[in-house]
């Protein structure tokens, strides 16, 4: 059983200037209250020829890169060569290293993020510590606090460790990709034969074989890479409209993001999107139930989606026109805009993540009787 403690879960101290923090607790939720005053006393020491203070408690990296249309509340530390892209919100207590990505739409709470950090877009992490090159897939939701406002109790094994906080999200050690679409469609999977969906059950067949593990590990990396490439191409082509939408004041116009929507963009970033998802959409499934290499993997998911493209285009273009439209009309909405693009993006995550297991069954099950 592994220890849930710092030594174990961190071992590249060097890729963060919290360092000391991690070294002088045991437990990595030990940390989360001490994050605010240490940005408080890190800030007034960085070097001014690296950072600017560009307000009272916050401090960017001259190399960072901000959209104009983010929001930063201190404390806060951004590290150097860090992009924060449109619409982000960091609502303060955050410390945030270097080569890092925060994307659009994306809400950072009391977080710790190593170097290298991927939280690319429609993410919310809230009282959570990412480590080194951890990567968050598409509308990852960090849920910190419990529905009775209990305690949180972390199990390991048979140990049950009283964490002494009512707040807790992500804890994620080093390098960490998103299996949710294997366990998505394992949860529809076991519902389509009357079973009860478990943790054990969605997630069991992508941890517990390590050749799969290493495969999904690895099509996590290429797919995060994809996504950071076709979010730069987004942004350089969508950045000029949205830097229009903020009026004299510094306040979002709905009437200036009405009249400079980035269509262009929007239909780049449609395409590049697409093909990558039918690289990818099947591949998990193909590399755990059909134990396929990547590279036929990623051959055999395209081709089904060429073959029944018509459908999954239909799909593709609704999901993109509701997240698209829902970020664009809520984010003219100001703070409170900012939290329900994040519902928004839970809900059509949680639409293009249901339909994973319905198309599987259709396309490479078909003798199966159909779902009930």
């Not at 960085?46 to 408690?57: A, P, R, T």
């Not at 406002?149 to 390991?156: E, G, L, M, S």
């Not at 034969?193 to 997630?203: A, G, I, K, Q």
Request: hydrophobic fraction near 45%; aromatic fraction near 10%; include cysteine.
């Amino acid at each position: 059983m592994v220890e849930l403690t710092n030594k174990e879960f961190f071992q590249d101290l060097d890729q963060t200037i919290a360092a000391q923090l991690f070294e002088q607790t045991t437990y990595p939720w030990e940390i989360l209250p001490l994050i605010k005053d240490f940005v408080l006393e890190v800030g007034p020491t960085l070097s001014v020829d690296e950072y600017d203070q560009v307000e009272e408690d916050v401090w960017i990296a001259k190399s960072a890169t901000i959209a104009k249309t983010a929001t930063i509340n201190g404390p806060a530390i951004i590290g150097p060569d860090t992009e924060v892209r449109p619409g982000a919100f960091i609502r303060g207590n955050a410390l945030i290293g270097a080569g890092c990505v925060v994307g659009n739409s994306t809400e950072i709470k009391n977080d710790i993020l190593f170097n290298n950090v991927q939280v690319p877009h429609y993410n919310y992490v809230g009282d959570s510590i990412l480590g080194y090159k951890s990567h968050m897939g598409a509308g990852s939701i960090t849920s910190n606090v419990k529905s009775d406002k209990t305690n949180v109790v972390i199990k390991n094994g048979e140990e049950k460790i009283e964490t002494g906080r009512k707040k807790i999200g992500a804890i994620l050690s080093s390098l960490v990709t998103p299996f949710g679409a294997l366990a998505f469609a394992a949860c529809g999977r076991e519902l389509a034969r009357n079973s009860r969906p478990t943790l054990f059950s969605c997630f069991g067949e992508g941890w517990n074989d390590m050749d799969t593990r290493n495969k999904l590990i690895l099509l996590g990396l290429i797919y995060g890479l994809c996504v950071i490439v076709i979010g730069l191409i987004v942004s350089l082509l969508t950045s000029g409209d949205i830097a229009q939408w903020k009026n004299a004041q510094g306040q979002i116009d709905p009437q200036s993001v009405l009249s400079h929507i980035p269509w262009l963009g929007f239909i780049v970033g449609a395409v590049l999107y697409a093909m990558l998802l039918g690289i990818t959409c099947f591949s998990p499934m193909l590399i755990a139930w059909k134990k396929q290499p990547i590279g036929k993997a990623f051959f055999f998911s395209l081709v089904v989606c060429f073959r029944n493209i018509g459908a999954i285009a239909c799909l593709g273009l609704l999901l993109f026109l509701l997240a698209s439209g829902g970020a664009v009309a809520f984010g003219a909405l100001g703070d409170l805009g900012q939290i329900l693009v994040i519902l928004w993006a839970l809900f059509v995550t949680g639409l293009s993540y249901s339909s994973l297991y319905p198309m599987w069954r259709s396309i490479f099950e078909s003798e199966v009787p159909p779902l009930r």
